[in-house]
């Protein structure tokens, strides 16, 4: 294990401004708003802060200051040594309940910046946490895999592994986007003797065999309509990415405007009128450009889960995970399942709806979500206790 | 008044500069190990495409060569609604006065250069079959053609500046031969302008639609109880391919191809890779050189409206509210269908008759998308019979049955 430093070389940094002085943009249709994907005007403006204003050492120091990082070997079953790269923030009292933090896509272990200062202090009767998030293997300053097949049961297995090699051997889990699907394989392959309970913003099942629309409420069908449009209008992504991520990869390499137009319309429109300001978006995006395995490779994953059967429409074993689950619901989520499609999916303990945020849950409504682990692991919670010695109260 | 204009390709050299910097420049991502063409482009392909582009490869020659084999023109065309496009064309008569008007129409990835195999082919004359006077329009967005600035530019309106086009230049009737976008747009010739102007319409890309007991009720019960051919089975296992592991391009640039755009427009190795793997997957292993994907794809990055705009047509077609309905009227002029193998959606031969009035049917054993690049005799071959004297579509142009007046004069 070593401690981490986010240090970006000066030559990675000015040969970004080189490119993006010599970016060639696009024209745009005539009042085509955000129907078509990102406005030029956006992308103009960011790539403009980008290459000139926005200082990658400030926030670089930031985040250093921030979070503690460091970098361990982790021994992937099949696939040898990856370097992994995470954030490992104890409780004060150091005594806090082991929390792993799973990122998705496009997201990163930035995620869990401003949740991590909330879960690891808490006031008075809130439970406090030991945080770890982890950078998926292929994001952010972790090693990627180098052969095909890394899938659902892989990123597990390196989170649950990190976990072990931190000395907790019984910890919970939160997880958004893929990192749902991780945490809920966690749940399933590691849950009882490990994982202990899993929280998620995004609880999703395929619909079970016997559907039958006319029992739904309302309030989920809209849910579900929700889900049907993101499907028509909104996974262009993810059908590229889950069929040709190379193909796209070498745009997303070679293009700072490419891979900012590519992320920035999905930190838009995913999440619920969150207010980015330019630094933040570049900031994000940076993570992607400077990334240790490089932006292609965190596209990768979405093949690999569509062509092992564990997709997102999938489970890896008809078997459902018997730990106490919780979920928040976001009214900007992607998609919505009705309530009794949640058995196919966990045993679900705690259920929080809130009236703002979307997607990027721990980023949008940090107090929302670090609020919602408080009711569910902390004193007359659901979950209370799950980790033996481990409470979150001194 | 629409005046047309000699058209040279000439790519300003501070193009070509700017290009070689961006190719100076290139960051290249990794690629897992033995991945091959199932992830995508092979890096090994890019790298090497990429080297020549920067170093060997000789834009000014290949445009010399552009220039000199095929006689390209532009001119300005009002689209109701919309602006005035400068459209770039091919245009070449053949020295048959009576040949038969032909339009061709391209697709994605597609552009004008993809006439340049097949128009020697169809203007040669000959007592044996007929010949054809050729206009290949580069599509509105694509190669030197302006494209629109407005929402809204579909099916409808690409049909209306090729059809205005072929009258501008005189050809008042005429023939239509489309493949990719080139089907819709051509059908859509033929539903508009069909019977009065458009006289028959072949493809290669049929995109049929299952038959109808109520349409169709003695095709529908032959369908049930024939066997497929070794053709169509073949067939359908290709489309189901294409529909599982080949449409991430299409979803995206039918939702969000200004997105998308961003990285076409900026990177010629995202441009190079995007457009490549459609060039090697959609064809029947067509020995490629490096140089003729390089000037496939320089078209498309020196393109003057950009490469963006060329993938917009997608999402217009897919948003345009008459899409659901546009198999709707048939139309009634005669058509001709020519089969490749290697195309990306085949469906059962007896399906071809939902399309319209179906007189010509060809099957081949080789072959893919881009049937007039890859194929071009075979294509030609088709189109002579077709139209040829004793073809379905003879003399369907008055006057204009594709032979010397000796010929007509003896029949």
């Given at each position: ?56 050492r ?26 992994v ?19 998705g ?93 899993w ?23 809209e ?17 590229q ?22 992320i ?31 932006p292609a ?5 979405y ?34 399942i ?9 045993n ?15 980023h ?29 109260y001194? | ?36 063409w ?29 220039n ?52 020697p ?16 329009i ?45 089907f819709?747009?051509?059908r859509?010739?033929a ?83 995007w ?62 269908v ?22 010509f ?16 005799e ?16 003879f ?17």
């Amino acid at each position: 294990m070593s401690s981490f430093k986010i240090a970006i070389s000066s030559a990675a940094l000015s040969a970004l401004k080189n490119r993006l002085e010599s970016t060639r943009f696009p024209d745009e249709l005539d009042d085509s708003g955000w129907e078509y994907g990102v406005p030029l005007a956006d992308i103009k403006r960011l790539v403009a802060r980008w290459r000139d204003g926005f200082d990658w050492r400030q926030e670089e120091q930031k985040l250093n200051d921030e979070l503690p990082q460091y970098t361990r070997e982790i021994e992937v079953d099949g696939f040898g040594v990856l370097d992994v790269h995470y954030v490992h923030k104890k409780s004060e009292s150091g005594q806090g309940i082991p929390l792993l933090f799973s990122h998705g896509w496009p997201g990163s272990f930035l995620e869990s910046r401003k949740i991590i200062p909330l879960l690891t202090k808490g006031s008075g009767g809130d439970p406090v946490f030991d945080v770890v998030a982890l950078s998926l293997p292929g994001f952010g300053f972790s090693e990627g895999p180098k052969k095909k097949g890394f899938s659902v049961p892989q990123y597990a297995e390196v989170a649950h592994k990190l976990m072990l090699a931190l000395g907790y051997t019984e910890y919970v889990t939160q997880g958004g986007d893929v990192g749902s699907r991780i945490t809920a394989e966690m749940a399933l392959h590691y849950g009882g003797e490990h994982s202990k309970a899993w929280h998620t913003n995004v609880i999703y099942s395929p619909p079970p065999e016997n559907d039958d629309l006319s029992s739904y409420t309302a309030f989920e069908k809209e849910g579900l309509a929700r889900g049907e449009e993101f499907q028509r209008s909104g996974s262009g992504y993810l059908a590229q990415q889950s069929t040709k991520p190379q193909t796209l990869g070498y745009s997303l390499a070679d293009s700072p405007v490419g891979l900012l137009a590519w992320i920035y319309e999905k930190l838009v429109a995913w999440s619920d009128n969150y207010p980015w300001t330019d630094d933040e978006v570049l900031t994000w995006v940076s993570i992607y450009w400077f990334s240790r395995a490089g932006p292609a490779a965190s596209i990768r994953f979405y093949y690999e889960f569509a062509h092992s059967g564990q997709g997102f429409g999938t489970r890896s074993s008809q078997a459902v995970p018997t730990i106490p689950m919780g979920c928040s619901l976001f009214p900007k989520e992607l998609v919505r399942i009705p309530k009794s499609w949640y058995p196919s999916v966990g045993n679900v303990v705690f259920e929080a709806e809130h009236d703002s945020g979307g997607h990027f849950a721990a980023h949008e409504e940090p107090e929302l979500l670090v609020g919602d682990l408080r009711k569910m692991f902390g004193k007359g919670g659901p979950a209370f206790g799950v980790v033996p010695g481990r409470s979150g109260y001194i | 008044m629409s005046t047309e204009v000699t058209y040279t390709v000439s790519i300003p050299e501070s193009k070509l500069d700017i290009l070689r910097q961006k190719l100076a420049l290139v960051e290249f991502p990794d690629e897992l190990e033995n991945s091959q063409w199932n992830y995508g482009v092979p890096l090994a392909d890019i790298k090497r495409l990429v080297a020549r582009w920067k170093d060997g490869y000789d834009w000014r020659a290949e445009e010399s060569k552009l220039n000199k084999d095929l006689p390209q023109f532009t001119r300005d065309i009002d689209v109701d609604g919309f602006e005035t496009l400068n459209i770039h064309y091919v245009h070449q008569k053949s020295p048959v006065t009576n040949a038969i008007p032909l339009l061709f129409v391209h697709g994605w990835p597609g552009n004008f250069i993809e006439v340049r195999k097949i128009l020697p082919l169809l203007l040669q004359s000959s007592p044996q079959f007929p010949s054809f006077h050729v206009v290949a329009i580069g599509l509105p967005g694509y190669g030197f053609s302006e494209g629109s600035h407005k929402t809204g530019f579909a099916a409808e309106q690409y049909a209306e500046v090729a059809h205005k086009l072929m009258l501008l230049l005189g050809y008042n009737e005429y023939v239509t031969q489309g493949g990719d976008w080139g089907f819709l747009i051509t059908r859509t010739i033929a539903q508009k302008y069909g019977g009065k102007h458009s006289k028959a319409w072949h493809t290669n890309f049929p995109a049929s639609t299952p038959l109808q007991f109520s349409s169709n009720p003695i095709l529908y019960l032959q369908h049930l109880v024939t066997p497929y051919t070794e053709a169509e089975k073949a067939g359908i296992e290709r489309s189901k391919w294409f529909a599982r592991e080949g449409r991430g391009y299409f979803e995206e640039q039918a939702t969000k191809p200004q997105t998308l755009g961003y990285s076409l427009a900026d990177s010629p190795v995202g441009l190079l890779a995007w457009i490549y793997e459609k060039l090697v997957n959609w064809t029947d292993s067509y020995p490629w050189t490096d140089d003729e994907v390089l000037t496939w794809i320089s078209i498309f990055y020196f393109s003057r409206a950009g490469p963006a705009a060329s993938i917009r047509i997608y999402y217009e077609v897919m948003h345009s509210k008459g899409f659901l309905q546009s198999s709707s009227p048939k139309p009634t002029i005669p058509l001709g269908v020519s089969q490749f193998p290697n195309e990306l959606r085949i469906t059962p031969r007896k399906f071809h008759h939902n399309l319209g009035k179906l007189v010509f049917q060809a099957e081949h054993s080789s072959g893919g998308h881009f049937a007039a690049y890859e194929r071009p005799e075979e294509l030609v071959g088709d189109l002579r019979k077709m139209f040829g004297k004793r073809g379905p579509a003879f003399g369907v142009v008055p006057g204009k049955n594709g032979y010397e007046d000796r010929v007509n004069a003896n029949l």
